[in-house]
Antibody
Framework: EVQLVESGGGLVQPGGSLRLSCAASGFTFSRYWMTWVRQAPGKGLEWVAHVKPDGSETYYVDSAEGRFTISRDNAKDSLYLQMSSLRAEDTAVYYC??????????WGQGTLVTVSS | QSALTQPPSASGSPGQSVTISCTGTSSDVGGYNHVSWYQQHPGKAPKLMIYEVTKRPSGVPDRFSGSKSGNTASLTVSGLQAEDEADYYCASFAGSRQWVFGTGTKVTVL
């Protein structure tokens, strides 16, 4: 059974940093593109970042470019999102998502990040 | 990277059909057959319902179907059931390894 379990969310002050983690199991993690998608409270979904199976290529939504870094450790079956210079508008539930067949087929339950003073 | 446009709400009685539209541009929906649809119940993670415009993952009822014409994709739910009441989001590849989601549609079963 595919499982994606996020951790690392919490309350952080504007301008601060946070690192999200996602532990994957039930599939060969190193073969899949992985993605972070976020959802602000009461709002829609937003694609945030994407990483190639070997970690050699990364892509970001414009608002995350230069502030967020997606990475992975295939030896640990883990995905990460390092977030810095956080803003109030980054407040959201962050989902770890597996990408395949040009879609997002498995989602974690999400971890809440709140940016507030 | 503007969000794809969906109607805020749609509704139907049990057994009826409801169709949700997802309008983008020639740079996303119209340019690729990489449109997918997601169902999200309150407090839950989204679930993949349709991928590659028309394909259904294993386990998704055949009451759910997808289509596309030009820059607009559509999701149709036939034979509406109470459990279909949820938020639905489309998503599309937008080139250069970028992805964009729709604004979301709340489906109510009357």
């Amino acid at each position: 059974e595919v499982q994606l379990v996020e951790s690392g969310g919490g309350l952080v002050q504007p301008g601060g940093s946070l690192r999200l983690s996602c532990a994957a199991s039930g599939f060969t993690f190193s073969r899949y593109w992985m993605t972070w998608v976020r959802q602000a409270p009461g709002k829609g979904l937003e694609w945030v970042a994407h990483v190639k199976p070997d970690g050699s290529e990364t892509y970001y939504v414009d608002s995350a470019e230069g502030r967020f870094t997606i990475s992975r450790d295939n030896a640990k079956d883990s995905l990460y999102l390092q977030m810095s210079s956080l803003r109030a508008e980054d407040t959201a539930v962050y989902y770890c998502v597996r990408h395949t067949d040009w879609s997002f087929d498995y989602w974690g339950q999400g971890t809440l990040v709140t940016v507030s003073s | 990277q503007s969000a794809l446009t969906q109607p805020p709400s749609a509704s139907g009685s049990p057994g009826q059909s409801v169709t949700i539209s997802c309008t983008g541009t020639s740079s996303d929906v119209g340019g690729y057959n990489h449109v997918s649809w997601y169902q999200q119940h309150p407090g839950k993670a989204p679930k993949l319902m349709i991928y590659e415009v028309t394909k259904r993952p294993s386990g998704v009822p055949d009451r759910f179907s997808g289509s596309k014409s030009g820059n607009t994709a559509s999701l149709t739910v036939s034979g509406l059931q109470a459990e279909d009441e949820a938020d639905y989001y489309c998503a599309s590849f937008a080139g250069s390894r970028q992805w964009v989601f729709g604004t979301g549609t709340k489906v109510t079963v009357l």
